[in-house]
């Protein structure tokens, strides 16, 4: 019998963190230029521990909770040049990020892409 969870991996998840960064990246660069506003970002080490230990809610995915339950994983970023209004968002490094977490989103795509098609000609008889 073949189990999903087993042959598909980690990808799955890997692609639900993938949006639910890029949903708190959009919203980082969206508050650029709001006063006071703190820049926020999360760990895939700590969602994947949380991942692999089955202590993370997968189901909320616009705020991804932490391997303890708590909202440990969604931390502040610590800027590299302070602003005078006390936004912690810097254009360039949230720019970056965004675009990493969209490559890694779309190898996680590929990668799942292609073990679904595995399974599709596993079940076809045609490996």
Not at 75 to 85: A, C, E, G, I
Not at 120 to 125: H, K, R, S, V, Y
């Amino acid at each position: 019998m073949i189990s999903f969870e087993q042959a598909l991996g980690i990808h799955p998840q890997a692609m639900a963190f993938r949006s639910a960064r890029a949903q708190i990246l959009a919203g980082n660069l969206a508050n650029v230029d709001t006063p006071k506003f703190l820049a926020r970002d999360i760990q895939f080490d700590d969602v994947l521990k949380g991942e692999l230990t089955g202590k993370i809610n997968t189901n909320n995915l616009h705020m991804p909770l932490g391997p303890d339950g708590s909202e440990s994983s969604l931390l502040y970023r610590v800027p590299f040049q302070k602003s005078s209004d006390g936004n912690t968002v810097e254009l360039h490094v949230e720019q970056g990020e965004f675009t990493q977490n969209s490559i890694q989103f779309q190898a996680s795509l590929t990668f799942l892409n292609k073990k679904l098609k595995g399974l599709e000609l596993a079940i076809n008889g045609r490996v």
